[in-house]
């Protein structure tokens, strides 16, 4: 968390905060790599909150780069996702309201690593077989991949 939430939460506790985040989700073939979040133990893309100044792509390379040790070459737009599925209320009471940015990536290097503090766990998913316990404000994310692939969008 950068330190602009942390100066947030300080002042205003766990009230609902309204952020941009960035993700991004690394396709090879038909299989997308989703992270098993340690908060709270469902599958999830790889993002988090653009900090104040910065571009929402270097964001959402920064992230994936944390979060899997993968280093994002080309970035493609998948869409900008928002509404009533983005309010969220983390385990620790932490609400958000977050509007994201989201990316597919099938150009990056490097070997998926777990970075052992936000992700337990890492994993390629087959697009027509992805996992029921994801993320809630992540559904319409893959659901939209999912979609493109199967439409043929994704070659």
Same mark, same amino acid.
């Given at each position: 968390m950068d330190g602009y939430?942390?100066? *947030?939460?300080a002042k205003i506790g766990h009230e609902?905060?309204?952020?941009? /985040? =960035?993700?991004? %989700? #690394?396709? !090879?073939?038909r299989q997308v790599l989703l992270q098993r979040r340690s908060d709270n133990g469902l599958w999830a893309g790889h /993002? /988090?909150?653009?900090?104040?100044?910065?571009?929402?792509?270097? =964001?959402?390379? !920064?992230?994936? %780069?944390?979060e899997?040790?993968?280093v994002a070459g080309r970035l493609t737009l998948l869409d900008v996702f928002s509404g009533e599925p983005h309010l969220y209320t983390y385990p620790n009471g932490d609400e958000v309201y977050v509007v994201?940015?989201?990316?597919?990536?099938?150009?990056f290097e490097g070997e998926p690593t777990v970075d052992g503090n936000e992700?337990?766990? $890492?994993?390629?998913?087959?697009?027509? =077989?992805? #996992?029921?316990?994801?993320? #809630?404000?992540?559904?319409? *994310? $893959?659901?939209?991949? =999912?979609? %493109?692939?199967?439409?043929? /969008? %994704?070659?």
């Amino acid at each position: 968390m950068d330190g602009y939430i942390k100066t *947030m939460r300080a002042k205003i506790g766990h009230e609902r905060l309204v952020f941009v /985040g =960035a993700a991004v %989700l #690394p396709v !090879r073939g038909r299989q997308v790599l989703l992270q098993r979040r340690s908060d709270n133990g469902l599958w999830a893309g790889h /993002g /988090g909150c653009v900090e104040v100044g910065e571009v929402v792509e270097d =964001a959402a390379r !920064r992230e994936l %780069l944390e979060e899997t040790g993968l280093v994002a070459g080309r970035l493609t737009l998948l869409d900008v996702f928002s509404g009533e599925p983005h309010l969220y209320t983390y385990p620790n009471g932490d609400e958000v309201y977050v509007v994201c940015v989201a990316y597919v990536c099938r150009d990056f290097e490097g070997e998926p690593t777990v970075d052992g503090n936000e992700v337990s766990q $890492l994993q390629w998913f087959d697009l027509d =077989a992805l #996992p029921q316990d994801v993320f #809630p404000p992540d559904c319409a *994310m $893959l659901a939209k991949l =999912a979609q %493109l692939w199967r439409d043929g /969008g %994704l070659d």
